[in-house]
Structure formats: structure tokens, C-alpha cells
């Protein structure tokens, strides 16, 4: 039977049988027995699956990851330790030295620095594109040694929406998979899978966990890219693996699980970015009410960021959802139910102004984080970018006068009084 979005964040992943816990297990064991040795050796072959290690897999985190899968829809799934090992794992499962990818330029800072510079230290390179570049020149970036496209569905802090299909189809006529960072809508809001990207990613540490308990990330395959098709661009997947006594990912586990499994085996037992049980357990909980938290945070956002409009202290306002704004049909195509609860505006007056005003909130918090229950905000321009002049802000996007604020699940009407009152105060 096909199930609704909030029946999966509820019920999705697991389910007992008879007398058995209603709520995930914690399975909080490093190891786990045998009784002979050649039955542990079949799992060490991945000639039989199940788990002997936590580093590699745990049940308790296949579980979450388990409706983390359902939830995107794809066909296979695992949890990271955080949003930032989830995108290198990502990307490094078919980028070896050598290669190239093309990424989006508006996406978080620490994934432009990983991809910008991390990546760069270990051979593979990345040409950055804009999203409103014309198809001729993306097309331009890729090379003949490009492994995939990378994009956020709606950026941090930029907040501008991908238009999803548009990617997909330039990705697949370079014969690339189209991985997407689905961390800002969560598949409460949004499922790039239906819109034809092959891997989906999160930062979980946001809306997914939701209370700003546990950093943790994911990896969802779609399980629709034929890797086979370009077994000359893919060998990590398509060829035999030395590390596994020869076996070939694409024949053993098909299309579906070729990708998962090899991040899993090669990846995770050689990085160790595993996520504890306790946390997996964590998130699970966050999990069980996302459709409804991310419908508050959306609602809540829309009202202040049309307060916000509507104040003559304020400059600008960019929220993805209001009436007006450049991308608003991709919106109504891609969030019908909402997109997030981050809105970015500029207070008149400039840094000095922004700073005043964040100084008068009381009940916003000023944080470096966002997509919790807490409302917080953040002026880059005397926190994260204080070192920058005011040229160097305008240059990166993230002018002097920017506040980056999270709604969170409070009752919208005070977070309003809050704002105005620090408006007032300025
Ligand atoms: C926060 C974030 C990340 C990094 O995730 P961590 O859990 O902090 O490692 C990656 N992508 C996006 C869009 C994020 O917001």
C-alpha cells in the first residue's frame, strides 16, 4: 500500500512483530557473535549480510536509515556521523583522484570548502556554476573525466531553489548521476527523486533532528542510475573490488544497491564517519514529528517574513515562498506545502544597524545554527565573516546588512513582537 509522508516519518523502517518493542531497539554494541568462524568469514566476503562491526553497520542505525530511504523514496540508504561526511562520502564514492565533478556555487560554506579545497588536496576537482548559467554554459563545465553534478535543493544561507528537473536532465546527458543536498526542505517539503535526481543527501543535525541534539548525516540512492551504462566512468562500481576478493558491486547488488553497499564497505570501513546508536535513536525521535514541525516552521516564517516586508526599518527580504520573488514558480512546482523556516533580510542602515538589532532580540538567540525548535539568527558581517570589508561581503553574496534568521517552533506572534520590538529599538 502506498503510505502518505507523515505515516513514513512516523512508521517507516521498522516494524515489530509480535511482543517485540514498539519503539527502535538502541543496539549499543560494538560487536556482535558467531559461532563459527567461516560464518563470520561469509560476512567479511559480503557473501551473506548482516552485522559483526558498528564501525561498518549497526541495526539501530540501518533502521533510521531505513526510513530515511522510504521517506526519499530511493532504494537503499545509510546514517554518517555528520551533514559534511554524508557529502564527502557522497561525492568520494565515485570521484577517485583524476577526476572531476561540477557542483553549484550557492550551496554551504563547509561544503564549498570541502569541495573548494579538501577535495582539491586529494586530486579531484570541481568548476562551480551559477544557477541562473544558461544550459550552453553548464554544459561547458563538464569534462570527459566529470563523475556527477552537485546542487542544494534550496541553498544555505542563500535560499535560492534549484529548479530539480532542469539539473537532472543536463546531468544525464553528460552521463552523471545528479546528487542533491535535501538538508533545507527535508522530504517532508520535498523528494528530489520524483523529480529525477539519483542521490540524495541531508545534514540531519537540522530540520530532521530538529532540536539541536545530535550532528549527524545520510545518503539516500535512488537506485536509478545505471551505472552500467558507462562501466569506463564508473569503475569503483562496474569493475571487480580488490579489497572484496574480486566482486563487482553493479552484479552482485544490481543498480539498486551497488552504491550504498560500496560506500558502506569500502567507505565507512576505511573512514570510520559511523554515527553512534544513541544518536540514530535521537534523530529517530526528531523524525516521528517532522511533517508537522516543518509545517509550523514554514507557516510561522511566512508571517514573519511578510512583517518583515511590510517594515519600513527593512530593506529586503528573501524567503523562499513569498509572492513576488524571482523564483517563485519553482516554488509552486517544488514545495507546494512549504519550503523552510530560514528567511535572510537586510536591516536599513547596514552593519551597524544589523548589529543594534540583533543586540535587542530577546527571545531569538543569536547562534551559528539553524532549522530548530529555537528561533536563532546570525549577522555574518560581525560573526562568521567579521574579518571581511564591506566590498568583500557584497563580492561573496552576504552584504553587511544580512541577518540570517531560523524560525523556529514558537508562537509566531511573540517571535513578532520580538522582531518589532528590536526594530523599534535601533
Ligand atoms: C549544515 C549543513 C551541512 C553540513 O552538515 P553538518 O551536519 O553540520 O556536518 C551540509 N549541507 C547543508 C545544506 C547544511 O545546512
Known sequence: ????????????????????????????????????????????????????????QNPTCDTVAAKICEMEGGTAAMLTSSGQAANFLAIFNICSCGDHFVSLASIYGGTFNLFSVTLKRMGIDVTFVTPDSSDEEIDAAFRPETKALFGETIANPALNVLDIERFAKIAHRHGVPLIIDNTFPTPANCRPIEWGADIVTHSTTKYMDGHGSCVGGAIVDSGKFDWTKYP????????????????????????????????????????????????????????????????????????????????????????????????????????????????????????????????????????????????????????THRQLSDEELVACGVGPDLVRLSVGLEDAADLISDIENALNNI
Not at 19 to 25: D, T
Not at 312 to 337: C, M, Q, R, S
Open 1 to 56: 500500500m502506498k503510505k502518505g509522508i507523515g505515516t513514513k516519518c512516523v512508521q517507516g523502517g521498522y516494524r515489530p512483530g509480535n511482543g517485540e518493542p514498539r519503539q527502535i531497539p538502541i543496539i549499543q554494541s560494538t560487536t556482535f557473535k558467531y559461532a563459527t568462524g567461516e560464518a563470520m568469514g561469509k560476512l567479511f566476503d559480503l557473501e551473506a549480510s548482516g552485522y559483526f562491526y558498528s564501525r561498518l
Open 232 to 383: 569506463e566512468k564508473f569503475p569503483g562500481l562496474c569493475t571487480p573490488d580488490a579489497s572484496y576478493h574480486g566482486i563487482t558491486y553493479t552484479e552482485r547488488f544490481g543498480i539498486e544497491g551497488a552504491y550504498i553497499t560500496k560506500a558502506t564497505a569500502q567507505l565507512m570501513r576505511d573512514l570510520g564517519v559511523t554515527p553512534a546508536p544513541m544518536s540514530a535513536y535521537i534523530l529517530n525521535l526528531g523524525l516521528e514529528s517532522l511533517h508537522v514541525r516543518m509545517k509550523r516552521h514554514c507557516e510561522s516564517a511566512y508571517a514573519v517574513a511578510k512583517f518583515l516586508e511590510s517594515h519600513e526599518k527593512i530593506a529586503w527580504v528573501t524567503y523562499p515562498g513569498l509572492e513576488g520573488a524571482d523564483d517563485y514558480e519553482l516554488v509552486k512546482k517544488y514545495f507546494p506545502n512549504g519550503t523552510c523556516g530560514v528567511i535572510s533580510f537586510g536591516v536599513k542602515g547596514g552593519r551597524e544597524a544589523a548589529a543594534t538589532f540583533m543586540s535587542k532580540l530577546e527571545m531569538i538567540a543569536i547562534e551559528t545554527h539553524v532549522a530548530d525548535a529555537r528561533s536563532c539568527c546570525l549577522h555574518p558581517a560581525t560573526t
